[in-house]
């Protein structure tokens, strides 16, 4: 029997086949060094972009030779060379503003900075012939063109709205121009009549013209900045959604229920295991202690964040992140600082025996003589307490300079304190003093978040009263006490310590009358706390400054300000 041709075996491919796929194999390495080449694009082009402007300005303030302006009259009207000479100008001052949204990856800087290019190289052409200009140009306006999915950050005019640094280049580049043509025709008699003088001959009067717009402009962009003050981007805080609550509700972090406080917006992963929440102050996308869930979706939940501020124009910024969940942020290669240190109650160790807590049991029989008594108010039954605890929160407000805090702390909102229970010190039956307390999940971790209590009280009001916190949550089975956090703490003080740390250091020892900084963290020392580091991530080191700026404003409720530059 004879057998025909097996179907299930290989062919060898054709050979049309064999040739696609060894240039596919050839081509495959260039598509990644052009992936590779496309990353630093904007940096690059909005260099080159940077100099064809400059090119561009100072160009105008040569003259011409006697041949260019031949061959120009024989082909060209003189309106168009003398619109051409301070177009061309102008143009040149565009390219220069723009380069600094290029290097910010804007997607209409890119769109605009195209157009301006094509019309440069234009213009270089029609005011001289100039052709060893409008070239390189041309094929700048192409690569910008054919990178264009790299500028991808919103942004209009706000965003290219030049800082003062930029406007002072700006100056710098103008005044140079100036000197150099002032260098070029220093043959040329001056005469008032020169600047209104239109001839093939009369250069000279095309560049006054042209410094003269230059100037103007460049003096309305330092106006602009001076005297508008356009308005700070406001944050609208989301609605919470119901994975947040489920998530809180689970957190091993009793701090997460800050997300309930209803000033914060959310990033959630797509599965819905995991969390951000973050408010908006400046130019900043302030995340605040990281993600909250599922651990294996934090790192594509912070590359989500990150990315979703950086299309808006923003930095992502990180603040109050615990040290176990700082890897995400090195694969961002982000920037990071010590905040300070939070501060735990190991529960399973506590107790009010032994010599080392004589000042406790000190404070809380003291309290008892001063007719304080300590209790716990159900959540069913703060709604109709919420009246007294307002009075003695205002009147704890009245005491203190500034307004209420928010964002990384609690303040007084009738709707968040609904949520949970209420520790109270009563005085004849009279709130004093009272806290919300937080619930971690699994009964990991207890706190407390707003704490206010009416000012002339007993003096060991707060010893007794966190005293009687820390065995409540002792006896309600809970791991851990969180005592909060000690800004500026545990810095590292060796003289090859970072900048920001020694500069930390500095404000923690002598900036009492900002903030008991010292004070602080020698209360919470008395119930012998474990001490854990929390950390800041940005960008790059320099926006430091700036980024704290925007969390201090945040955490105020103060209104922002606009930002000046990275």
């Known amino acids: ?97 723009l380069s600094r949204g290029l290097y910010r990856r804007i997607a209409r800087a890119n769109r605009v900075a195209v157009i301006f290019l094509a019309a440069g190289a234009v213009f270089a052409v029609l005011r001289g012939l100039e052709w060893t200009e409008a070239l390189p140009l041309g094929l700048i306006a192409l690569l910008l063109h054919a990178t264009r999915g790299e500028f991808f950050r919103q942004g209009g005019w706000p965003a290219l709205r030049p800082p003062p640094g930029w406007i002072a280049l700006l100056a710098v580049a103008v005044a140079a121009s100036t000197l150099v043509g002032l260098i070029g025709y220093r043959n040329e008699a001056y005469r008032n009549d020169l600047w209104w003088s239109f001839a093939w001959q009369d250069d000279a009067p095309r560049f006054l013209r042209a410094t003269l717009a230059t100037s103007v402009l460049v003096a309305a962009l330092a106006l602009d900045r001076l005297l508008i003050r356009p308005a700070a981007m406001a944050h609208t805080p989301s609605a919470i959604p119901p994975a947040v609550r489920r998530l809180v509700a689970e957190s091993p972090s009793a701090a997460r229920n800050l997300a ?73 290669g982000h920037a990071i600082i010590k905040m300070g240190e939070m501060a735990r109650v190991d529960l399973a160790g506590f107790s009010l025996d032994g010599p080392a807590r004589k000042d406790l049991r000190y404070a809380r029989s ?15 039954e703060v709604p109709a307490h919420l009246d007294e605890l307002r009075a003695v929160s205002d009147a704890w407000l009245a005491t203190k300079k500034g ?89 590292p003080e060796h003289r090859l310590a970072p900048v920001w740390a020694r500069i930390g250091t500095l404000i923690y020892r002598h900036g009492d009358e900002l903030y008991s900084f010292e004070g602080l963290r020698a209360f919470k020392e008395k119930f012998a706390p474990v001490w854990t580091p929390i950390y800041l991530t940005c960008p790059t080191s320099l926006s430091f400054p700036r980024v704290l700026l925007d969390l201090a404003l945040l955490v105020n409720r103060a209104p922002a300000t606009e930002d000046e530059g990275d």
């Open 1 to 97: 029997m004879t057998g025909g041709p097996d179907p299930g075996a290989a062919t060898p491919p054709p050979l049309l086949a064999r040739i696609a796929a060894r240039i596919a194999a050839r081509i495959e390495p260039l598509d990644d060094a052009r992936e590779a080449l496309a990353a630093f694009a904007p940096a690059l082009l909005g260099t080159l972009v940077l100099a064809g402007g400059l090119v561009l300005l100072f160009a105008g303030s040569f003259p011409p030779t006697n041949e260019t302006r031949e061959a120009l009259r024989s082909i060209l009207p003189l309106p168009f060379v003398e619109a051409s000479h301070l177009s061309a100008s102008l143009a040149g001052l565009a390219l220069v503003l």
């Open 260 to 332: 309930l406080l209803g000033d914060k917006s959310f990033v959630l992963s797509p599965d819905e295991r995991a969390f951000l929440m973050y408010g908006t102050s400046g130019r900043s996308w302030i995340c605040l202690a990281g993600p909250v869930g599922a651990p294996d979706a934090f790192r594509d939940l912070v590359w989500d964040f990150t990315e979703r501020a950086d299309r808006a124009g923003c930095r992502a910024v990180f603040c109050a992140v615990p040290g176990e969940t700082i890897h995400p942020f090195l694969d961002l």
């Open 366 to 380: 003291r309290a008892l003589r001063d007719g304080l008594a300590f209790s716990l108010l159900p959540r069913a």
């Open 403 to 491: 307004r209420e805090k928010g964002f990384a702390l609690g303040y007084f909102d009738a709707d968040y304190l609904r949520l949970f229970d209420m520790a109270v010190m009563r005085r004849e039956g009279r709130i004093v003093a009272f806290a919300n307390i937080w619930r971690s999940g699994g009964k990991i971790e207890l706190a407390v978040d707003l704490m206010r209590h009416l000012p002339g009280q007993s003096g060991v009001l707060m010893e007794a009263f966190f005293t009687e916190l820390i065995l409540l949550a002792k006896a309600e089975g809970y791991g851990h006490f969180l005592l909060g956090g000690a800004p500026m703490s545990g810095m």
